[in-house]
């Protein structure tokens, strides 16, 4: 059989494209996470496509397991502040943190602040 007639192994035509598309997959993963607000913008994330050969026992053939996975940034952390008191004779947790005003119609927001304000 000569070189034209031979189908050599690629990693676009291996598995049918299999590895391709276990790399797309955990690629539209690291995507995600990367734009995620609630990861951290800068960590590293990570993508591993792993070839594993298993040859028959005179070693004419290979079995080839073809594995992917991906290693992502973690959630940021966020903080709250509750106060801790009682309350109808048990004990509860107030939340403390400061509200943040809406972004919608800034100008009413503002103008009910300074109102109560007066």
């Known amino acids: 059989m000569d070189d034209k007639q031979m189908q050599f192994v ?3 035509g291996l598995g049918d494209g299999a590895a ?24 590293k994330r ?3 496509l792993t070839f594993e050969f298993k040859p028959d026992e005179d070693r004419q053939a290979s079995k080839i397991i073809i594995s992917s996975s ?32 809406p972004f919608q119609e800034p100008e009413n927001q503002l103008q009910a602040v300074a ?4």
């Open 46 to 48: 990570k993508i591993t």
């Open 10 to 12: 690629t990693l676009d």
């Open 115 to 118: 109102d109560q304000e007066e």
């Open 70 to 101: 991906s290693t992502l940034a973690s959630d940021r952390r966020q903080e709250a502040i509750v106060a801790i008191g009682r309350h109808g004779g048990r004990r509860v947790a107030v939340d403390r943190t400061p509200p943040q005003l």
């Open 20 to 43: 391709l598309e276990k790399f797309q997959t955990e690629l539209g993963r690291v995507l995600e996470n990367i734009a995620d607000i609630n990861t951290p913008a800068t960590d």
